[in-house]
């Protein structure tokens, strides 16, 4: 059984630019969360994706939008990336989209924006 | 609304002594509570999750928490540190509102160092 995987590992852009990182869940998991975590701070919500619909947002800007595919990998995109979007961002998989079910976490992308 | 507040942002103790990280909760809703480790350049790894079945909750690595409703808390503890415990460590609660997507709603994170 294959974890949660994401890719890049590291991502170094400009303010301004956009970017996409993408996230591979683990095999049965129809759900995907994101999650930002900038440097010592505990981890953000996003959003979350069930079956390819958007299933909750956090309190980020429009310019965070995300895909889930048929298979369950998904994508975070960033336009327009301001200083603060530096982080590291986190991609979880779960069985389903509740309260119960443990999320699994892959290792993360740290962005550097400069 | 749910949250969490980690009581200690730095916690030390010596190798073979107990371990003590707190977490005190708030809910509308009965919570879903977890903690989380995370180990420089990994991903988060479950420690121990509470789902409304035993307040006293075994977890991976030693670790075990207890839910007290009447103190809203979810205390970590571990009898005796090992060198290989030191990481960051998130105390955490799901959502359970009227979404229920179960989004995790993260504490500030409690740094453990452990001294030989």
């Known amino acids: 059984e294959t974890g949660v995987t994401q890719s890049p590992t590291h991502l170094i852009k400009t303010r301004g630019q956009q970017v996409t990182l993408r996230c591979s869940s683990q095999?049965?998991?129809?759900?995907v969360s994101w999650y930002q975590q900038a440097l010592g701070q505990g981890p953000q919500f996003i959003f979350q994706?069930?079956?390819?619909?958007?299933?909750g947002r956090g309190n980020f800007p429009p310019r965070f939008s995300g895909l889930q595919f048929p298979n369950y990998s998904s994508e975070l995109n960033v336009n327009a990336l301001e200083l603060d979007d530096s982080a590291l961002y986190l991609c979880?998989?779960?069985?389903?989209?509740?309260?119960?079910?443990?999320?699994?976490f892959g290792p993360g992308t740290r962005l550097t924006v400069l | 609304a749910q949250s969490v507040t980690q009581l200690d942002s730095h916690v030390s103790v010596s190798e073979g002594t107990p371990v003590l990280l707190r977490c005190n909760y708030s809910s509308s809703y009965s919570p879903s509570l977890f903690w989380y480790v995370q180990h420089p350049n990994k991903g988060l790894q479950l420690l121990l999750k509470y789902t409304s079945a035993a307040t006293l909750v075994k977890g991976i690595n030693g670790f075990e928490a207890e839910f007290k409703k009447s103190e809203t808390s979810f205390h970590l503890t571990k009898p005796s540190a090992h060198m290989s415990d030191a990481a960051e460590y998130f105390c955490?609660?799901?959502?359970?509102?009227?979404?229920?997507?179960?989004?995790?709603?993260f504490g500030q994170g409690t740094t453990l160092q452990v001294k030989p």
């Open positions: 979880a998989s779960s069985l389903v989209a509740d309260s119960y079910n443990e999320q699994f």
């Open positions: 994706y069930y079956r390819e619909e958007e299933n």
């Open positions: 955490v609660v799901s959502d359970r509102g009227s979404s229920n997507t179960g989004k995790l709603i």
């Open positions: 095999s049965g998991h129809n759900t």
